[in-house]
């Protein structure tokens, strides 16, 4: 089992940047993929960006291509993703994702994903 437990959320305004964190516990050798999602009131939940474990290739949805960065610290169990040059439109609540079994897909699917934090709320005021 794992859990996944998020940080950094807050307001900022427009062209401000902000550092998410994102910390798992438990059996995490097992995690192949993780990724952040975010969601907004009455919309599906969106794959943001995400980092192959191991080889540490990285996918970004074109909305945050060139302004978010995905990253992980092995050592410290801990995903990041570094949001520069914010926008009203990124405002949602954010969700870290682990996957610990490979499924056919994009990498920024929800379905690839069997592991979710409860989420840290990212407000961008213009």
């Known amino acids: 089992q794992v859990q996944l437990m998020e940080s950094g959320g807050g307001s900022v305004q427009a062209g401000g940047p902000l550092r998410l964190s994102c910390v798992g516990f438990?059996?995490?050798?097992?995690?192949?993929?993780m990724g952040w999602f975010r969601q907004v009131p009455g919309k599906e939940r969106e794959g943001v960006a995400a980092i192959a474990i191991v080889y540490g290739g990285t996918f970004y949805a074109d909305s945050v291509k060139g302004r978010f960065t995905i990253s992980q610290d092995k050592a410290k169990n801990t995903l990041y993703l570094q949001m520069n040059n914010l926008k009203p439109e990124d405002t949602a609540m954010y969700y870290c994702?682990?996957?610990?079994?490979?499924?056919?897909?994009?990498?920024?699917?929800?379905?690839?994903?069997?592991?979710w934090g409860q989420g840290t709320q990212v407000t961008v005021s213009s």
């Open positions: 438990g059996y995490t050798d097992v995690i192949y993929l």
């Open positions: 994702a682990a996957a610990d079994k490979a499924v056919g897909g994009s990498q920024l699917s929800m379905a690839k994903y069997n592991y």
